[in-house]
């Protein structure tokens, strides 16, 4: 069975930094392609980040520079590390297993980030 778990959300005030797990069980992680998605109170879900199996990684404009995506194989694991953190960042973030390109087969819970002073 495909899990996707989140972890490390949290309420943080502006220009605090967080980062975001998410531990995936159930497939060959290395094999895939692993995407950050995010949604705010009241919008739809938007693309934030995404990593290629090979470790090319993606990254939507608003949070160039601010953040960054990385992987761990031998631990089947995902991250986001968040710097800078905005208010516009406060969302549910989610895990997915995908690429925007092919669409993303399997999700997480999410976890929570506030971005509030």
């Known amino acids: 069975e495909v899990q996707l778990v989140e972890s490390g959300g949290d309420m943080v005030q502006p220009g605090g930094s967080l980062r975001l797990s998410c531990a995936a069980s159930?497939?060959?992680?290395?094999?895939?392609?692993m995407t950050w998605v995010r949604q705010a109170p009241g919008t739809g879900p938007e693309w934030v980040s995404s990593v290629s199996d090979g470790g090319d990684t993606y990254y939507v404009e608003t949070v160039q520079g601010r953040f960054t995506i990385s992987r761990d194989n031998a631990k089947n694991t995902l991250y986001l590390q968040m710097n800078n953190l905005k208010p516009e960042d406060t969302a549910l973030y989610y895990c997915?297993?995908?690429?925007?390109?092919?669409?993303?087969?399997?999700w997480g819970q999410g976890t929570h980030v506030t971005v509030s002073s």
């Open positions: 997915a297993r995908g690429k925007s390109a092919t669409g993303y087969d399997y």
């Open positions: 159930g497939f060959t992680f290395s094999s895939y392609s």
